[in-house]
């Protein structure tokens, strides 16, 4: 792996046992961010057609898609070495994602990322969600 | 995913069973396409998925909800497999033991019933997972802690049901939980503790009954279906200290476990000290290819190289103390003093007060994190993991030989050694986390091959495991073997006393109802 790479992402791990090699010293990247609380699930039945795909991103994905999660960690060792900036391992910073992908990945998974039931996420947050992640491009 | 029927069980009796189901729940809680069986599988299973395949899902909201699916369940004889919120990985995800059996998702009951500030503890339901749960302190501003896996997607019942462990002084989860309400096979409710007397202020506190108390009957078992508990949370400490030795030598196990184990049992040091060997460093830094790019175990002089550029140690040990700074600086002492009799270097030291920001990977501290899943990406494809976990006397000779057979049984196998061991006072955890590409059907082949040979070396020495795969339930129940495997047998006859039809979680830790007798050892690895 790219060794700029590597330093980011051990970086963003730094105090999660990882002794410090060296690597991550002066100049180096940022500390890890603090626990990124999410939004509170929006109150009502989780089967109506959902309008919050923001509250709803956050409360059921953020445990592994806020800033230091799992998710965003390995989205942006993925997005780095495709020559994206590491920021877009945030996935509400991404412009190039479709509501059907974002469907597809969470009812197939996809790498480390296991499929989600329908009890986790209802059709109705995934569509509020799908909508919320790619509205930059409807 | 294709449907999967429980045994002896008609389509016809499916689809009216799942009619009664929806009764209850609404349509929509009952789960039943190909799709959701998938959701249900074993993401990281050791073969295909469609082992251990669920016949559907089930998604109730409330403890009156799921004594009417119990009922059901008896009526149609479509037994049930009970997860809080379906993230046992490495130990079988939602996936049930039994194939044909309907997973009973109680994710959806999220209460939190009581946050008690002042004693300690919480009241919750099983799909409260530890975010939702430290989210709720957080919010109301409470002065507790939690104590959190190293992998803290899952739920904060189901982790202690299950026997999960975490790093702070409230490490032993399910010694935590204290008063629980259970539905019984037969759809009664019971309360456990002091729970069994009506309105009892107590229920949470005292962590007996009068008589038997049988909360620890429903942990790793399929006696009832938990609803909600009480578990003691730990009064939120004013400062943090921690220690972190790098130990240089694999065999420096024996003499850090020799010094760890008195001061903890003497309360000297009070969490569970977890100790990594040195992959678990490497492993959330990138993938294997970066660091070895062949097949087999990654050779020890390579190991060494890498232990070098990483300036690591073979193992790692941090000690973080809780509390008053005076007692915990004094604490610090007495363990560095310990540890200087055999270790030149000092440790680093890190303290933290109240107000001070807190590292968001840090489960010493309560703080969930799922980062610790980043490990699936280790071997590249769709990385699986399994945990073999033996339990062990916390003391050099009983550690040392335990690392010695388990590290030759897996360079047998030709596998990286990635392994912990977590001191939870007198006995020690073995964690040996076995990893491989489930689109590698050599490599998975070569894992059960060799996570038999694990549990038959293990045990011939005399050792068993405290928590396993639903594959291997069987064949580790087999090894607790006292009398003729008579705990077994009180197993199955409590079992089949309480559950005559079987409905429970038939197989759960080895357990099976007389109804179901016939699919041991039958489904699952062989």
Not at chain 2, 134 to 156: D, F, T
Not at chain 2, 338 to 358: N, S, T, Y
Request: charged share 20%.
């Amino acid at each position: 792996m790219n060794r700029f790479i590597l330093l980011i992402l051990a970086g963003a791990l730094s105090g999660c046992g990882i002794p410090d090699d060296g690597e991550t010293s002066a100049g180096g990247p940022p500390p890890a961010p603090p626990y990124q609380m999410r939004a509170a699930l929006p109150a009502g039945d989780r089967l109506a057609v959902q309008s919050d795909g923001e509250a709803l991103f956050s409360n059921r994905c953020g445990s592994c898609h806020l800033a230091g999660g799992m998710g965003t960690n390995l989205l942006t060792k993925q997005q780095m070495m495709a020559g994206q900036p590491p920021e877009k391992g945030l996935l509400t910073n991404r412009t190039d994602l479709t509501a059907d992908y974002v469907k597809t990945v969470v009812r197939q998974g996809k790498v480390a990322m296991p499929r989600l039931s329908r009890t986790e996420v209802t059709d109705t947050e995934l569509k509020a969600i799908a909508a919320y992640l790619s509205k930059a491009k409807s | 995913m294709k449907l999967t029927l429980p045994p002896r069980v008609s389509p016809a009796q499916f689809d009216a069973a799942l009619k009664a189901y929806a009764s209850v729940v609404g349509e929509g809680w009952v789960l039943a396409t190909d799709a959701d069986r998938d959701a249900y599988s074993d993401v990281y299973a050791p073969g295909p998925e469609t082992e251990w395949p669920a016949a559907a899902a089930i998604s109730p909201n409330s403890t009156a909800e799921i004594q009417a699916i119990v009922r059901i369940a008896n009526q149609y004889k479509t037994p049930l497999w009970p997860v809080s919120r379906g993230k046992n990985l490495g130990y079988g995800t939602a996936a049930p033991r039994m194939p044909g059996s309907i997973v009973l998702d109680l994710s959806r009951m999220m209460k939190v019933h009581e946050l008690n500030t002042e004693l300690g503890y919480c009241v919750i339901e099983p799909g409260v997972s530890y975010f939702d749960l430290y989210e709720h302190i957080q919010r109301e501003k409470a002065p507790l802690w939690m104590s959190v896996p190293g992998n803290a997607w899952g739920s904060v019942l189901g982790n202690a049901l299950d026997h999960g462990m975490g790093y702070t002084p409230y490490g032993q989860h399910a010694r935590n939980l204290c008063g629980l309400e259970v539905v019984l096979p037969s759809g009664e409710v019971m309360r456990t503790g002091l729970g069994a007397m009506d309105n009892n202020p107590g229920w949470h506190v005292f962590p007996l009954s009068f008589g038997p108390d049988w909360t620890q009957m429903f942990t790793q078992s399929n006696m009832g279906v938990v609803t909600r508990a009480g578990l003691w949370l730990q009064p939120a400490p004013e400062s943090s200290l921690q220690l972190t030795f790098d130990i240089p030598n694999e065999e420096d196990i024996g003499w850090v476990v020799d010094t760890i184990t008195p001061l903890k049992t003497a309360g000297v040091i009070e969490q569970n000290v977890f100790i990594p060997s040195w992959l678990g460093k490497i492993v959330l830094k990138g993938q294997r290819k970066d660091f070895w790019d062949k097949d087999g175990a990654i050779p020890e002089w390579r190991v060494q190289e890498l232990l070098k550029e990483h300036k690591l140690g073979y193992w790692q040990v941090q000690i973080r103390f809780y509390g008053d700074e005076t007692l915990n600086k004094a604490r610090a002492e007495i363990v560095k003093k310990a540890f200087k009799q055999h270790l030149d270097a000092a440790p680093m030291e890190e303290l933290w007060r109240q107000g001070d920001p807190i590292n968001q990977y840090d489960a010493t501290m309560g703080v969930p994190s799922a980062v610790a899943l980043q490990m699936g990406d280790w071997v590249g494809g769709r990385g699986g993991h399994m945990g073999f976990s033996p339990v062990v006397p916390a003391t050099s000779k009983h550690i040392l030989g335990q690392l010695k057979r388990s590290r030759k049984i897996i360079a047998d196998h030709d596998v990286d050694f990635y392994a912990s061991f977590t001191i939870g006072g007198r006995y020690a955890t073995n964690i040996n986390m076995l990893m491989y590409d489930r689109d590698k059907p050599e490599q998975v082949a070569n894992i059960r091959k060799m996570f038999d040979a694990l549990i038959k070396g293990t045990a011939e020495a005399g050792y068993g495991e405290y928590r396993t795969h639903i594959g291997w339930m069987d064949k580790v129940s087999e090894t607790y073997n006292f009398n003729d495997g008579i705990q077994q047998r009180l197993n199955q006859t409590v079992k089949d006393a309480l559950d005559p039809n079987g409905i429970l979680a038939p197989g759960k830790s080895g357990i099976w109802p007389s109804a179901y007798r016939g699919a041991a050892g039958k489904a699952g690895a062989a």
